[in-house]
């Protein structure tokens, strides 16, 4: 696939804990393309209410979900490839950053309660309580084929995730 082919913007996607910073920044070192933490789009009362324990509504995301959309639309003027990590648990949501284009792909990350619940557990300073990993499945709605995602299970080391989204992409060879 010669890079003019390959989508400008990568989007991780998945709920909470389900490995998009860790997944979107490896991934981003072996493409050579910048990574952006989605989280750091929140407005401050974002990260107020989920770190005092509630979900946020479709209301509190629109500006960040917005704001998302504007840096992949500068991404794409400015001729960039971007990964981005962001939980885009609605179709809603994912139109939002897709916004029509076709050169916005999704990356899911696909695991079990159990195996992200283990993760959040154990995860040192960040924000997100463990508790709010429930609202997160039940607001999770799964991309579907017509929305053709990159579809990938978690249960797996790092470096093979990776691995399975560059085969997915048709980037089989291994880069620096
Ligand atoms: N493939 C993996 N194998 C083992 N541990 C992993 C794997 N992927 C991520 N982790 C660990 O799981 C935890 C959650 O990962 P990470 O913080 O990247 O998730 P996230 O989706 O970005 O979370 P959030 O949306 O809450 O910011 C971290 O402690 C991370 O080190
Ligand atoms: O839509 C949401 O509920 C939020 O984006 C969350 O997914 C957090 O941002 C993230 O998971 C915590 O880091």
């Not at 709920?15 to 910048?34: D, H, M, P, Q």
């Not at 009362?45 to 504007?70: C, F, Y």
């Not at 639309?73 to 490839?81: I, Q």
């Amino acid at each position: 696939m010669a890079t003019s082919d390959l989508p400008h913007a990568l989007v991780i996607m998945g709920v909470s804990g389900s490995g998009k910073s860790t997944i979107g920044e490896a991934l981003g070192r072996r493409l050579g393309w910048r990574f952006e933490d989605g989280d750091s789009f929140h407005p401050p009362a974002n990260v107020a209410k989920m770190s005092a324990g509630h979900p946020l509504t479709d209301e509190d995301r629109r500006p960040w979900l917005q704001a998302i959309a504007d840096e992949i639309a500068r991404c794409r003027a400015a001729g960039e490839h971007v990964i981005i990590a962001c939980s885009a648990l609605k179709k809603a949501y994912r139109d939002i950053l897709v916004a029509g284009h076709s050169d916005v792909r999704m990356v899911y990350l696909r695991g079990s309660r159990e195996l992200i619940a283990d993760r959040m557990e154990h995860r040192q300073g960040h924000f997100m309580p463990p508790g709010l990993l429930a609202s997160q499945f039940a607001t999770l709605e799964a991309p579907a084929a017509g929305e053709h995602p990159i579809a990938v299970s978690i249960d797996a080391p790092v470096a093979a995730i990776v691995d399975d989204i560059l085969q997915q992409l048709n980037i089989g060879q291994r880069r620096a």
